[in-house]
């Protein structure tokens, strides 16, 4: 019931807005109202998107079909509520043209009732829940669903001698997609998954867990984790003499995030993960984003979601370009829509049907190179759609 006030507020608020005067300057203005975790455990996510945004600006101008584009960030310190309240707040009294960033799912599902009740696109950079699309016709997603990346490693996994795993998540979402996605393609390919684990999403403890994976004596250990928590695992699982004992880890590139991978120490190397990026691609506009991303944050290495922040902006700005300069909601929803291009993670799209990227990804190993621990790939599968709607 409190939902469905609320939704009627913003549509009133929505109707009083669009009968007020509209200054001549704002006709000359494009907002992008940004929402990120920029404080608590998952502010790495929100330091790195807003880093490659920041970068896209920079690189490209702020200017666009004769429109200045102004970046509106808000920091949601990863409390939904807070999320929420933001972005009605950006809708009404900021009136921006589209909503953008959301670093983890619940944050992006508080929003999506206000993208539909709004008409305004929103852009979702991080968060990786495969339905979080389906619940709004407004949502495109620049980053990835866990689903798409898992593939990659549940086909890699079987046909590399890793015949019995125990799945490890974090007990929300993206994990659940992560360890149902696994399960799926790894026993389709001759894997057992001989237990599955779920830890909680904050503040987890990984260690009695990561008894248990010991105790099975698995080939491997299939670990999802959100960005940030990857450091925690790979230490205790060290501690616990897991890799001593033999025991693999493999996963999504989540869990050796090129953020916070040279911190993890040599424990980390041999890792055999998937993903849609990693910073030691070996193309020229990854090597220019990288080297654009470490000038201008005192050398930040960009991880998996800094690309979707960066590809997320490259799709505003098509927009609007297509668009001539209209921000009206469903005009720049339409052309968003199949729009293709380079990134640095390589070719993509956005699928026009299901509003996901459809991206290549790429099996990474952790090595050392140039005195550096990087997720080297040497293999992929190309143009992966999101496989949880695939009919």
């Known amino acids: 019931m409190n939902n469905k006030r609320n939704l009627l507020k913003i549509a009133a608020a929505l109707m009083l807005a669009g009968t007020a005067a509209v200054p001549a300057y704002a006709q000359d203005v494009v907002k992008v109202g940004l929402i990120l975790p920029m404080t608590g455990p998952f502010a790495s996510t929100g330091r790195q998107i807003e880093a490659a945004v920041r970068l896209y600006m920079a690189e490209h101008g702020t200017t666009v079909a004769g429109k200045k584009i ?15 309240r933001l972005a009605q707040e950006l809708v009404i009294n900021d009136r921006v043209a589209v909503l953008a960033g959301f670093g983890l ?37 620049t980053g990835f669903t866990l689903p798409q990346v898992t593939l990659g490693i549940a086909q890699w996994a079987p046909k590399n001698g890793i015949k019995k795993v125990v799945t490890l998540v974090a007990d929300y979402g993206p994990g659940i997609d992560a360890q149902n996605s696994f399960k799926k393609v790894f026993t389709a390919n001759g894997g057992q998954v001989l237990q599955e684990l779920r830890v909680p999403v904050n503040n987890p403890d990984f260690a009695p867990f990561l008894q248990r994976v010991s105790d099975a004596k698995p080939d491997a250990v299939f670990v999802f984790v959100p960005s940030g928590m990857g450091s925690v695992v790979m230490k205790q699982f060290a501690e616990r003499g897991l890799d001593k004992a033999g025991i693999k880890m493999i996963g999504t590139g989540d869990v050796v995030d090129d953020d916070l991978l040279n911190d993890m120490g040599n424990v980390a190397l041999g890792v055999v993960t998937s993903m849609h990026y990693s910073a030691a691609l070996d193309n020229p506009a990854n090597k220019s984003y990288v080297a654009g991303i470490a000038k201008a944050n005192k050398g930040m290495r960009p991880n998996f979601h800094s690309v979707g922040g960066y590809d997320g902006m490259h799709l505003i700005y098509k927009a609007i370009e297509a668009t001539k300069g209209d921000t009206n909601g469903d005009k720049l929803l339409a052309a968003m829509k199949g729009q293709k291009w380079d990134s640095p993670r390589g070719p993509v799209m956005l699928d026009p049907q299901t509003r996901e990227m ?14 550096g621990l990087y997720n080297v790939p040497f293999d992929k599968i190309e143009a992966v759609k999101d496989p949880a709607k695939i009919k």
Do not use: C, F, H, W
């Not at 999506?112 to 709004?136: C, D, G, H, L, W």
């Open 105 to 141: 799912t619940p944050l992006a599902l508080s929003t999506t009732p206000i993208a539909t009740q709004a008409k305004t696109p929103m852009v979702v950079m991080a968060a990786a829940t495969a339905m979080i699309t389906e619940q709004s016709p407004y949502v495109v997603r």
């Open 358 to 371: 459809v991206q290549n990804v790429y099996i990474t190993k952790v090595e050392r190179v140039n005195g």
């Open 70 to 84: 102004e970046l509106i960030i808000k920091d949601d310190a990863n409390v939904a509520d807070t999320t929420k």
